[in-house]
């Protein structure tokens, strides 16, 4: 079980995860409004591209199956998802990538997204942080600079 402020920070962090589609869209955007510069070397310390990929594809395979948010996933193709998420995630940490969409509050305006999702959503991201073998350090690093979006993506309080 993880510790309760590593659950505080990924829910904070994260959640910008659960808008599925439009995550997609609108999470580097947002990021690249708000965020502050990626902490050095935080990108290879996610194994890089390759690093990231597995990830994002542990991520949405585990998301899509939860009981409780799952169904915010259903009309989301996962191999889109996951090429979108690997590339906000790459760009936020520093990488090469290059990620655009929609400003966050709009994408999930519509969405009725509650905390209870938003908790749901961050433990399955930490679960394959885990499984990916992310040490916590550099997973508080990657959420750090997700941490801006959470405010736009509760929509239901």
């Given at each position: 079980m993880a510790h309760p402020h590593t659950l505080i920070a990924l829910a904070i962090a994260l959640s910008g995860l659960l808008s599925a589609p439009a995550f997609a869209q609108t999470a580097a955007a947002q990021a690249a409004a708000t965020a502050t510069?990626?902490?050095?070397?935080?990108?290879?310390a996610l194994g890089e591209k390759p690093g990231i990929t597995r990830l994002m594809d542990d991520f949405v395979n585990r998301v899509v199956k939860?009981?409780?948010i799952g169904?915010?996933?259903?009309?989301?193709?996962?191999?889109?998802?996951?090429e979108s998420l690997t590339d906000?995630?790459?760009?936020?940490?520093?990488?090469?990538?290059?990620?655009?969409g929609a400003d966050m509050k709009s994408a999930h305006a519509d969405m009725?997204?509650?905390?209870?999702?938003f908790?749901?959503?961050?433990?399955?991201?930490?679960?394959?942080?885990?499984?990916?073998?992310?040490?916590?350090?550099?997973?508080?690093?990657?959420?750090?600079?997700?941490?801006?979006?959470?405010?736009?993506?509760?929509t239901t309080r």
């Open positions: 510069t990626a902490p050095a070397g935080l990108y290879q939860d009981p409780r169904g915010h996933f259903k009309d989301v193709k996962p191999a889109a998802l996951k906000q995630i790459c760009q936020l940490s520093g990488g090469p990538c290059k990620y655009e009725d997204i509650n905390k209870g999702h908790n749901a959503l961050v433990e399955v991201l930490q679960s394959a942080m885990d499984a990916q073998g992310i040490p916590f350090a550099q997973q508080n690093r990657l959420l750090a600079l997700l941490a801006p979006m959470h405010r736009d993506v509760i």
